[in-house]
Every structure is written in structure tokens, then in C-alpha cells.
């Protein structure tokens, strides 16, 4: 061959190459799916309800993504059962975004619950009756309604928290933490947003059903019995609401913390062929001896002040009944900044807080060439001298992560950052603060060259919580010490 001929048949090669390189760029993505494939997956639109609202000979039904409800009774039972387990399905949601991301995920929990109201009397062959019942990944709910057994709207609070515990199972916090940890939750989640008479309802009428959920852990005790340890529902709810919300919130980051490295704990072990280590049936007890349990004998002592005292941290605020609406709102924002202030002082001037709270202190050290080198500690000064100091420890992330109860009772934590920012509003520097006779008051400015002037002070009753006072003066005006007490108002606040 010649070399001509060669030239050609290698230029023939290197195109047909080309060409075949720019067809296989052009075919449709492989249908077969690798770990190392981080393409979203196509949401299969048959995993969702074709139509919300069906009735058949049984009953009527109301179907979402996430939940089918089924009534028995009426329709208005099974709409009015939806919106409690939407509600509770969301707050749990919302609390679960503070230790994971998997409930983000578009797909997440397609057709995870079921609940049905049922009427029918309860047979022999279903005692004892249980409100959960985890099969799988999927989480079943029944309420009966039936003669003997409580009404349904006396059933809220069951409801919500079952709706609770099922998004919980869903994202597997089950697998990760400890059941009184998840049942604190789920009952936390699912009494928020429900007043006072509601729970009292509930508490009025117990229900003889079983509150389950984990099944999976416990092996049979006989041919139709499960050998199931129940828990003690209404102390995981009081221990999981101190951890989140006792003491103004000041136990929640550490708590968040410790289901944040639970459940990547969980993850890992999941991804090393956990799941299989144990023989199908066999008992999987929970541990006794985990971080949260831990965490909750530290606290203890502080646990039982707080079931005396529940509204242990927060101020005593209570508006007048004809006060302006937008006034109040106003308050209630000073109110967070105030707390928070109050306990960033408290923090500064006690050296062992400061230690524990990562505020770095000095320390003065002298050399004596007959006495040696000896050291004492400097004296602690004000770090919050103006609001900006107060701003900028707020927002500081080195200071690490602090939490409070926000106006409408909600948890609020220092990296929710637009909130936080919306709460300082220093960018229309509408906050100051002023020092006088060892007293700090936080002054906000108001429209008609007015301003709203707060402070705490302390509650001879209950030293656990201070009195909130505010009072309305000219912009300019600054109040004589002598005279703080006279004209303000005192407010109640109590936390829902």
C-alpha cells in the first residue's frame, strides 16, 4: 500500500472516531442509575392522588402525596382530619429541618400515612386497639369513634402527634434516637398550635388505645402477642419540651446537636450494612445509655425546677386588653431582644458562664522577683455597652449557636438569619441602648418623634421571671432613675 493510500485510511479512522464520539453525546441519559449518579430523579406522577376528594360504598377519603385519610363516620370527619394532619406534618417538618435535610427531598414520604376513623365497634380479634402501627416504611393510624370510646374532636391532640410521629419514621429518626426522644418530639410538634382548652379535652377523655410506633424493636411473646414495653408518653413529652423550649430555650442547640450527629451516626452505619447484622424477628431494644439520655441527667436538677416552673425564663408580660394592637407586636419583639441581652450580661459577669459559653476572659499576670510570677483575674467589663455591641454577638457565629422562644412562642436559633436580622433591624437603626444606674433599657423608635422604652426588672415573687416593663416617651426624653418605677406599665406574658 502505499503511503498516500495509508494517509487516507488513517484520516478515514480518525473521522469515523469523531463521529462516533459526537453520536454517543448525543443519546438520551442511561436508564440504569449508579451510586455516583446525582441527576434528580423524575418524580413518578402515579406515586401521587389523581383525585383529593373519593367516596365509595365504605366511606369517604381524602388523599395527598404524603397522607390518606379515611373516614367511616362522615366527610366533614375526614376534611377536618386532613387539615390536623397536614398541620402536624408540617410543624414536625419544620422541627426536623433543624437536625437533617431529607424532608426537602420532593418525593420524600409519598404515600407514608394512612389514617382511618372508624366507627365500627371494636372486635375481640383487634384488642387491644393501638392508635399506630408502623408496617414497613409506611405508618398506619386508627382512631375509633365507636360507642365507649371518645369522640373524634377529643381526639385532636392524638391525631396530630401520630401525624407527628409518622413524618419522624419517615426521615428515620426512630432508627437514630431513642423512642422517648421521638415520642417527645412527635408530641411537641403535634401540640403546636393547639390551645389550652383543646389539650385539656384531651386529657379529660383518655383513650384506651395503644400508642405504638415501635413494633419493629420488640420479637413475640406469644402466637398473637407482641412482648411490647410501653413508654411513658406524657414524660418523653415533658423531658423533649425542657430540652427544646425550658429555660427560655437555653438547652435546645445542644440537643438539635446531638439528633444532628445521631442521625449521621445513623446514615453511616445504614451505609455499612447495619440493617443486616440482626436476623429478621429478632429484638432490637433500645439503648438505655445515648448522648440524649445524657444530656438529660446533666440537667436533672434544672428538669425538676422546670416542671415547678414551666415559664421558668420568661418575663412576665401581659397587655392591656384596650392596648394598641401594633404596640403590642412592637413589645413582643423588644421582649426577645431583651432576654437575650439580659442573658449575655449574666453570661459576661459570671467568669465559670463565660468559660462554658466560649467568651474569652483575661487574666493579669505579675512577677515579684522574691514572690514569683502570680496571676489574677482582670476585672470583667461590659461587652454590651451600645446595640450595635448587641447586634453584632447576635450575629456573630463564632459565638456559637443560641436559642430563644420567639414572639409567637416558636423556637428561634441564631442561624435562622433572616429572622434574626428582621428582629435587630440595624439597617433602619431603629434600636439603641441606654445604661442608667445599672439598669439597661432598650429603646425603639416609633413614628411621631416617639420612642418605646423597655427594660426588665427583677421579680421579687419569682426571681426565675423578671417583670417586663415599657413605657411610651418623647424620642428625646431620657427618664430620671429615680422615677423608673412610677409610671410604667407591668405586663403578663405567658407562653402557649
Not at 391532640?157 to 419514621?169: S, T
Not at 401594633?326 to 419583639?333: D, G, N, T, V, Y
Not at 441606654?434 to 421579687?460: F, M
Request: aromatic content about 6%; hydrophobic content about 40%.
Amino acid at each position: 500500500m502505499s503511503r498516500l493510500a495509508r494517509r487516507t485510511v488513517l484520516a478515514s479512522c480518525g473521522l469515523a472516531l469523531v463521529t462516533a464520539t459526537w453520536s454517543w453525546a448525543q443519546l438520551p441519559p442511561s436508564a440504569v442509575r449508579s451510586t455516583a449518579d446525582v441527576r434528580p430523579r423524575i418524580p413518578d406522577e402515579h406515586d401521587r392522588p389523581y383525585n383529593r376528594e373519593t367516596q365509595s360504598h365504605r366511606g369517604w377519603e381524602i388523599r395527598e402525596p404524603q397522607y390518606t385519610v379515611f373516614a367511616t363516620t362522615s366527610p366533614d370527619d375526614a376534611r377536618w382530619a386532613a387539615s390536623h394532619v397536614a398541620a402536624a406534618w408540617n410543624n414536625a417538618s419544620r422541627l426536623a429541618g433543624r437536625w437533617t435535610a431529607v424532608q426537602q427531598n420532593p418525593d420524600f414520604g409519598l404515600s407514608s400515612l394512612q389514617v382511618v376513623i372508624d366507627g365500627e365497634p371494636l372486635r375481640d380479634r383487634d384488642a387491644p386497639l393501638t392508635t399506630i402501627n408502623v408496617v414497613g416504611i409506611q405508618t398506619q393510624v386508627q382512631l375509633n369513634v365507636a360507642p365507649g370510646q371518645p369522640p373524634l374532636k377529643q381526639q385532636l391532640a392524638r391525631l396530630r402527634e401520630a401525624a407527628a410521629l409518622a413524618m419522624l419514621h419517615t426521615a428515620g429518626l426512630d432508627s437514630a434516637a431513642p423512642p422517648w426522644v421521638v415520642a417527645g418530639i412527635a408530641a411537641a410538634s403535634g401540640r403546636q398550635g393547639l390551645t389550652d382548652e383543646q389539650l385539656r379535652a384531651e386529657a379529660a377523655s383518655p383513650s384506651t388505645a395503644h400508642f405504638g410506633g415501635q413494633q419493629w424493636r420488640f420479637a413475640r411473646e406469644g402466637q398473637d402477642v407482641l412482648a411490647y414495653r410501653r413508654l411513658d408518653h406524657d414524660a418523653a413529652a415533658a423531658q423533649v419540651a425542657f430540652l427544646l423550649t425550658g429555660s427560655d430555650a437555653q438547652h435546645a442547640p445542644e440537643f438539635l446537636s446531638a439528633l444532628n450527629q445521631a442521625t449521621r451516626e445513623a446514615a453511616r452505619t445504614a451505609a455499612e450494612g447495619g440493617a443486616f447484622r440482626a436476623q429478621p424477628g429478632d429484638r432490637q431494644p433500645a439503648s438505655a445509655d445515648t448522648p440524649f439520655d445524657s444530656l438529660l441527667a446533666e440537667r436533672r436538677t434544672q428538669f425538676e425546677e422546670w416542671q415547678q416552673e414551666p415559664l421558668s425564663g420568661q418575663p412576665v408580660f401581659e397587655p392591656p386588653a384596650d392596648a394598641d394592637p401594633e404596640l403590642i407586636a412592637a413589645e413582643r419583639e423588644m421582649l426577645v431582644l431583651l432576654k437575650l441581652q439580659r442573658r449575655l450580661a449574666a453570661t459576661s459577669s459570671d467568669p465559670q458562664r463565660s468559660f462554658a459559653a466560649g467568651v474569652p476572659r483575661t487574666k493579669v499576670v505579675t512577677f515579684d522577683p522574691a514572690k514569683g510570677a502570680s496571676s489574677r483575674p482582670g476585672r470583667s467589663k461590659p461587652t454590651i455597652a451600645t446595640f450595635s455591641d448587641l447586634a453584632a454577638r447576635l450575629s456573630d457565629p463564632a459565638q456559637g449557636v443560641w436559642a430563644t422562644l420567639d414572639v409567637d412562642g416558636s423556637l428561634l436559633l441564631s442561624t435562622d438569619t433572616e429572622r434574626v436580622q428582621a428582629l435587630l433591624a440595624t439597617a433602619e437603626n431603629r434600636y439603641s441602648l441606654e445604661t442608667s444606674s445599672g439598669r439597661t433599657t432598650l429603646v425603639r423608635q416609633l413614628d411621631g418623634n416617639k420612642a418605646l422604652r423597655g427594660w426588665l426588672a427583677e421579680n421579687t415573687e419569682k426571681k426565675s421571671r423578671p417583670l417586663a416593663k415599657f413605657e411610651v416617651a418623647s424620642a428625646g426624653q431620657k427618664r430620671p432613675a429615680n422615677a423608673a418605677d412610677q409610671a410604667p406599665r407591668q405586663v403578663r406574658f405567658e407562653q402557649r
